[in-house]
């Protein structure tokens, strides 16, 4: 599967964006699409993801209330609606493809296919 983010910019404190996904390629229904984020010198961090079906989420603590993910099937695109964006919110954000096992998958690892990433920055 190849992914393409987008929709990466510069925005205040407070302030909203909208990323977007896209994926091209062989899908399947059994695929969980990812979003993590990497801050300088830092750890590239789960963020939040979604089931094929658009019925499963998940979120991690730091966004929840603030983002929300969600998909097009249609258009092969999953999003991230992003709201009340913080300085410590700046990082380049990479969209991800992994299978659904027991659970939605929240480990780099278990994510096979990779976007190039889309640099978010917030300016406080």
């Known amino acids: 599967v190849q992914l393409q983010a987008s929709g990466g910019g510069l925005v205040q404190a407070g302030g909203s964006l909208r990323l977007s996904c896209t994926a091209s390629?062989?899908?399947?229904?059994?695929?969980?699409t990812g979003w993590f984020r990497q801050a300088p010198g830092l750890e590239r961090d789960f963020v939040a993801a979604?089931?094929?079906?658009?019925?499963?989420?998940y979120y991690a603590d730091f966004v929840k209330g603030r983002f929300t993910i969600s998909r097009d099937n249609a258009k092969n695109t999953v999003y991230l609606q992003m709201n009340s964006l913080k300085s410590e919110d700046t990082a380049v954000y990479y969209c991800?493809?992994?299978?659904?096992?027991?659970?939605?998958?929240?480990?780099?690892?278990?994510?096979?296919?990779w976007g190039q990433g889309t640099l978010v920055t917030v300016s406080s």
């Open positions: 991800a493809v992994g299978a659904y096992q027991t659970a939605i998958p929240r480990r780099r690892n278990e994510y096979d296919d």
């Open positions: 390629g062989r899908t399947s229904s059994t695929y969980v």
């Open positions: 979604i089931t094929w079906s658009g019925y499963s989420t």
